[in-house]
């Protein structure tokens, strides 16, 4: 049954939603708005252009503010998260780029979690990844992967799979940062997740169905993916913050395809375009 999410009590209620302008944050952002509370987005820079869609969301003009934060800057975290009832951490960097990824994957959790102690916020939700749950060269293909499962942080290291090491890494800390704090903590590991974007830029994950409409992947390879509606995970971060006795991880997916499928799917859709056939 879809719980309706609008008869819940959240009126007056503040939340911050660290990377505000992001793919599933600016979802996070939209339905909490709709539903009433009262948002601190944190961004860059709350002037650029990149953010304007956040400001005309509906209910933006009475019950958002963007706030400058850096997740490597405590004290602007600090200010941000002041007065909150809860965080929504969803702000990191997707990139192999292992500099790029660590610092603001790992320590800016951290940041996240020590000023939401600080701020004695009610929960924490943070947005990890299925890719802190899956690479694990040792699994039995028979076993079913659950929340139970982590990957493996030496295999990630040697495949140079920068992300999927940074996020494990950041969710094992937040884990224990969190324990050490006090803090409420609840992780939602989505799989790859694709749906309509509010921001104006593009993102990772879009790329990944991009590349067969623009011709520059000639082929598709012969694996499974798992994919996930970002609507459905926006409403997942704020089930579980809205539901007391949520707690723990949760896988969030909702279908796996061949890429087979997913370019079969694009070609009925998209017939004009250079889709990939083998």
């Given at each position: 049954?879809?719980?309706?999410?609008?008869?819940?009590?959240?009126?007056?209620?503040?939340?911050?939603?660290?990377?505000?302008?992001?793919?599933?944050?600016?979802?996070?952002?939209?339905?909490?708005?709709?539903?009433?509370?009262?948002?601190?987005g944190t961004v860059r820079n709350p002037a650029d252009p990149?953010?304007?869609?956040?400001?005309?969301?509906?209910?933006?003009?009475?019950?958002?503010?963007?706030?400058?934060?850096?997740?490597?800057?405590?004290?602007?975290?600090?200010?941000?998260?002041?007065?909150?009832?809860?965080?929504?951490?969803?702000?990191?960097?997707?990139?192999?780029?292992?500099?790029?990824?660590?610092?603001?994957?790992?320590?800016?959790?951290?940041?996240?979690?020590?000023?939401?102690?600080?701020?004695?916020?009610?929960?924490?939700?943070f947005t990890s990844s299925i890719g802190t749950v899956y690479?694990?060269?040792?699994?039995?293909?028979?076993?079913?992967?659950?929340?139970?499962?982590?990957?493996?942080?030496?295999?990630?290291?040697?495949?140079?799979?920068?992300?999927?090491?940074?996020?494990?890494?950041?969710?094992?800390?937040?884990?224990?940062?969190?324990?050490?704090?006090?803090?409420?903590?609840?992780?939602?590991?989505?799989?790859?997740?694709?749906?309509?974007?509010?921001?104006?830029?593009?993102?990772?994950?879009?790329?990944?169905?991009?590349?067969y409409l623009t011709g520059s992947a000639k082929t598709y390879?012969?694996?499974?993916?798992?994919?996930?509606?970002?609507?459905?995970?926006?409403?997942?971060?704020?089930?579980?913050?809205?539901?007391?006795?949520?707690?723990?991880?949760?896988?969030?997916?909702?279908?796996?395809?061949?890429?087979?499928?997913?370019?079969?799917?694009?070609?009925?859709?998209?017939?004009?375009?250079?889709?990939?056939?083998?």
């Amino acid at each position: 049954m879809p719980v309706d999410i609008s008869s819940l009590p959240c009126q007056g209620q503040t939340v911050c939603v660290t990377g505000a302008g992001g793919f599933i944050a600016s979802w996070i952002v939209k339905l909490l708005l709709e539903k009433g509370y009262s948002v601190k987005g944190t961004v860059r820079n709350p002037a650029d252009p990149k953010n304007s869609h956040l400001r005309e969301l509906e209910g933006a003009q009475e019950r958002l503010t963007l706030c400058k934060a850096d997740l490597l800057d405590y004290e602007s975290l600090k200010e941000a998260i002041q007065g909150c009832d809860g965080v929504f951490h969803t702000a990191s960097p997707v990139t192999d780029d292992p500099e790029q990824m660590l610092e603001p994957a790992v320590n800016g959790t951290k940041n996240v979690i020590m000023a939401a102690a600080e701020a004695k916020v009610r929960r924490v939700v943070f947005t990890s990844s299925i890719g802190t749950v899956y690479m694990d060269p040792n699994r039995s293909p028979d076993v079913v992967v659950d929340e139970s499962c982590w990957s493996d942080l030496e295999f990630c290291k040697n495949t140079k799979n920068w992300y999927c090491y940074g996020k494990t890494v950041a969710e094992q800390d937040a884990w224990d940062v969190a324990k050490k704090n006090g803090v409420d903590l609840v992780v939602v590991n989505p799989v790859l997740v694709l749906g309509p974007l509010l921001q104006p830029t593009v993102n990772a994950s879009i790329v990944h169905i991009l590349k067969y409409l623009t011709g520059s992947a000639k082929t598709y390879a012969n694996s499974v993916q798992a994919y996930v509606h970002v609507k459905d995970v926006a409403l997942a971060h704020i089930l579980v913050f809205e539901t007391p006795s949520a707690s723990g991880r949760y896988i969030c997916a909702e279908r796996m395809l061949h890429r087979g499928e997913v370019v079969e799917i694009l070609a009925k859709f998209f017939p004009e375009y250079p889709i990939p056939t083998k």
